[in-house]
């Protein structure tokens, strides 16, 4: 089990994500999901920093060998971007889904909202984006929003704990197939 504090989830916090190909559940609690743009989540990042991981088990760790990896996949090929990285998961209090589903692009309203694994996938994407870059690369993310509100007690706990949760990979793995991530 890994040790866990959670704090509480920031009620001010109301971004409206803008998602491609996305689909969202009709179930209680709410799940949606779809290509989030990385420039919106450098700009998510560059507005609130380390808070946007309050729920998260740990922040974002700085430019490190993996996460400079990260950067510069999103600089090279940043096409293949969605291809390469596992994606993101949002926790929110509450997710708004847009009334037209058919459409590519879908605007969800999420408050109080908090990215509870993808620290390093945001925090390299806010790396490599600088606040203001006028020639972003167009690069897409995957990302799963889960709505709390009305799932009990533990739930956002849960999701937190059991989303930054796997099997170790020993190095040799990753050898045998020739290539890192």
């Known amino acids: 089990m890994l040790p866990f504090w959670p704090t509480r989830i920031r009620k001010r916090s109301r971004p409206r994500l803008t998602l491609r190909f996305h689909r ?8 949606a999901f779809g290509l989030i743009s990385a420039q919106q989540l450098a700009a998510l990042y560059h507005e609130h920093g380390a808070l946007l991981f309050d729920q998260n ?3 974002f760790l700085g430019r490190n060998t993996l996460n400079k990896e990260i950067e510069a996949s999103l600089r090279s090929t940043p096409e293949l971007f969605a291809h390469y990285n596992n994606g993101i998961t949002m926790i929110c209090r509450q997710l708004r889904v847009p009334r037209t589903k058919n459409r590519p692009f879908g ?3 999420a408050r109080g909202l908090s990215i509870v694994n993808g620290a390093q996938t945001v925090g390299s994407i806010a790396q490599a984006i600088p606040n203001g870059d006028p020639n972003p690369p167009e690069a897409y993310v995957m990302v799963t ?6 799932a009990g007690d533990t739930f956002a706990v849960d999701v937190t704990r059991t989303r930054n949760t796997q099997n170790p990979i020993p190095q040799r793995s990753i050898c045998r197939t020739g290539h890192r991530q």
Request: hydrophobic share 30%; net charge neutral.
């Open 57 to 59: 088990i740990r922040s």
């Open 24 to 31: 969202a559940t009709d179930t209680t609690p709410k799940v």
């Open 107 to 109: 605007q969800y309203l």
């Open 145 to 150: 929003i889960i709505e709390t509100q009305g």
